[in-house]
């Protein structure tokens, strides 16, 4: 596992992907930036990150011949991979809000961006962008934000966390290449924020209530509404409002 070290870049997955063309990158190749100008999230969301406080990271992942149709499986192991070593270090409450954020509560603590590259309809290889609010204490104009510090009330050493990160992702991913889909989406649906309770979402620019129930093998969200009504939604089809 080679890791390299940036003071500043536009973003440690542009950077990656960037290097993936000029150069053979081994599996497991990491990108850390003290700071991110161009951080994304999903939907081109703009991540962001107090420069030195928080780990903001890529991952170079190679892939054996996975069908583009299960990609949503990468988002589940390494959104189960965060969820478990934060898990260790004590962060209370935590839950995956669909598709792979992070959250503590009612906070989000982490966001996560998998972009895959294709052969054909197979994936070949990924990388995994995760943002994680370690010790910054002041979110301004950015709403359900936390961070370890604030929740933990201590200041977390970055560096042994990323480690702590990166052998979970290992550990994942080596379950991942062992377990069948279904088991893998039914530990995810297990620790799905908000599943099973009443919530508000927009769907298409109305508020409707519903159930958040789990989701389908494609990655999309399995909502219950009113008269036992299940529709599946995309990333781009809904919002949850909380």
Known sequence: MQIVKLDAIDSTNAY???MSVSNTLGDFTVVTAKEQW???GQMGT???SEPGKNL????FKKINSLPVVRQFD???TVSLAVFHALKDIGVPDLHIKWPNDIMSGNFKICGILVQNILSGPKIKTTIIGIGLNVNQTNFVNVL???SLKLLLGRSIDL???LLALLEQLKVSFKVFDEIAGRTLKKRYEEHLF???KPATFEIEKEQKMGFIRGVTDEGHLLVEHEDAQFTSYGLKEIKLLY
């Open 144 to 146: 359900n934000a936390s």
């Open 16 to 18: 990656l992907k960037r």
């Open 74 to 76: 990468l988002s589940m």
């Open 194 to 196: 908000r599943k099973d």
């Open 38 to 40: 161009s951080g994304r």
């Open 56 to 59: 903001t990271f890529s991952v």
């Open 46 to 48: 703009t991540w962001q």
């Open 159 to 161: 560096d042994e966390l």
